[in-house]
C-alpha cells in the first residue's frame, strides 16, 4: 500500500501553486516586455495573479486559526511563508509604484515598467470584461459608460485626431488604441502600453486628445527608451491645445516664477509653508524660485533644469506648460521627423547633446529662440 507521505500535503501544494503562479506571472510580463506586446495576455495574467494570492491567504488563514486553536504541531511554517511570500512581493512592486506614482516621480526602471504592463493587463481586462458598451473605428476601440451620450460622434472624431498625429509624425499604430472614457482610479487620466483613460463624458475634450497621443507615440517605445517627462508630456500637451495657449502658458509659468522669486527670500518659513500647501507641485516650484534667483535671468534655465536629474521622470508641474509650448516650437522650427527623432534618442544626461546631433543647434541658441518664440506666438 502506497504511503501517504509519497504526495505533498495540502499545505505544500499551496505553497507550490503560490510560488509556480508567481514566477510565471513574472516571466509572462518579462516575455511580453520583451516582445514589445501592446495588449498583453490580460485574462492569463489575472488568473496567475489570483493563483499568486489565493493560496497565500488560505495559508495564513489556516495558520492563524490552528494558532488559535493551540494545534501547534500542525502548523508548518516555512510552508506558510512560501504561500505567502509570492503575494507579498507582488504587494511590495504595487506599493512602491503607488508611492511614486503620488510623488510624480516616474523612473523607467525595471520593476517600473513590470508594474505597468501588469497594471495594463489588469485595466485591460476590467475594460474587455467589465465596461458595458464599446465601439469600434479604424484605429481605435472605445469602450464607454452611460456618460458618453455620443460615443459614435466621440470615437470618430478622436479617430481623425489619431489619423492627423499619424500623418504628422509618420507613426503608424501598431494596434488599435483601447480608449477607456473614464479615469484609471482616483480620477487620473493616463495612457501606458495599448491603453488610454480619457473623460468619462461626452464630447471628448482636450484630455481624451492628450491621452491619444501618449497612446501613438508610445506604441513605438522600445524597452529602453525614457525620453524626458518634458518631451513625453510635451508632446501630448501640444497635441492637445493650439500654438497660442500654450504659449501663453508657457510665458505665464516664467512670469509667476520670476515674479514670486524676489519675494521668496524676504518670506518667513510659516509664509512659505502656506504659500506651497496652496501649489500642485510646491517641490517644483520652490527649486525653480531658488533657480531663478540665483541666475541672471528668467529664461536661461529652464531646459537644462526641466530635463536635469531633479525632473527627468517628474510628472508635474512646470513641465506640463514649458513643455507643451516648447514641443510645439520644435514641431514647427524643425518639423515632426527631428522630434521622433529626438524624443527616442534621449536618455538622462544625454539631452543637450542629442539637441546639438538631432537638431544641429546648442541647446542657448535653442532655448534663446524658443522663448522669443513664444512672446511672438502669443502676441506679446
Known amino acids: ?57 488560505a495559508a495564513a488563514a489556516i495558520t492563524i486559526n490552528r494558532l488559535l486553536r493551540g494545534c501547534w504541531r500542525a502548523i508548518h511554517i516555512r510552508w506558510t511563508i512560501a504561500a505567502v511570500l509570492p503575494g507579498l512581493i507582488w504587494a511590495g512592486a504595487v506599493g512602491y509604484a503607488l508611492h511614486q506614482f503620488n510623488r510624480r516621480d516616474i523612473p523607467r526602471n525595471w520593476a517600473m515598467r513590470m508594474i505597468e504592463l501588469a497594471g495594463a493587463s489588469v485595466m485591460e481586462a476590467r475594460a474587455v470584461y467589465l465596461t458595458p458598451h464599446r465601439i469600434e473605428t479604424q484605429r481605435l476601440v472605445m469602450f464607454y459608460g452611460p456618460g458618453v451620450f455620443n460615443p459614435q460622434r466621440d470615437a470618430n472624431e478622436m479617430d481623425r485626431h489619431v489619423a492627423r498625429m499619424e500623418e504628422l509624425t509618420g507613426l503608424r499604430l501598431r494596434a488599435k488604441i483601447f480608449y477607456v472614457r473614464g479615469p484609471m482610479f482616483a480620477g487620473r487620466h493616463v495612457s501606458f502600453r495599448g491603453l488610454a483613460f480619457g473623460t468619462a463624458q461626452s464630447p471628448a475634450n482636450s484630455i481624451d486628445r492628450h491621452e491619444l497621443a501618449h497612446a501613438i507615440i508610445g506604441q513605438h517605445e522600445q524597452p529602453d527608451s525614457y525620453p524626458p517627462t518634458l518631451l513625453s508630456e510635451g508632446w501630448a500637451e501640444s497635441q492637445s491645445n493650439t500654438s497660442q495657449e500654450l504659449a501663453r502658458e508657457a510665458l505665464r509659468q516664467r512670469k509667476l516664477i520670476a515674479d514670486w522669486s524676489a519675494s521668496w527670500p524676504r518670506m518667513s518659513e510659516p509664509e512659505r509653508q502656506s504659500f506651497r500647501e496652496s501649489l500642485v507641485d510646491p517641490e517644483g516650484f520652490a527649486r525653480l524660485l531658488t533657480l531663478v534667483g540665483t541666475r541672471a535671468g528668467a529664461d536661461a534655465f529652464w531646459l537644462r533644469e526641466l530635463t536635469g536629474p531633479d525632473w527627468y521622470a517628474h510628472d508635474n508641474g512646470a513641465v506640463y506648460p514649458v513643455g507643451g509650448a516648447f514641443v510645439d516650437y520644435l514641431l514647427r522650427r524643425y518639423g515632426a521627423g527631428k522630434f521622433v527623432r529626438l524624443y527616442f534618442a534621449v536618455r538622462p544626461g544625454t539631452f543637450e547633446a542629442e539637441c546639438s546631433r ?23
Open 358 to 380: 538631432v537638431l544641429g543647434d546648442d541647446l542657448d541658441t535653442i532655448e534663446r529662440d524658443f522663448w522669443d518664440d513664444q512672446q511672438r506666438v502669443a502676441g506679446h
Open 1 to 57: 500500500m502506497a504511503s501517504s507521505h509519497a504526495f505533498p500535503s495540502r499545505d505544500a501544494r499551496r505553497a507550490m501553486i503560490a510560488l509556480a503562479a508567481g514566477v510565471l506571472s513574472v516571466v509572462l510580463l518579462e516575455v511580453e516586455q520583451r516582445l514589445r506586446v501592446l495588449h498583453p495576455a490580460s485574462f492569463l495574467f489575472v488568473l496567475l495573479l489570483a493563483l499568486t494570492f489565493a493560496p497565500g491567504v
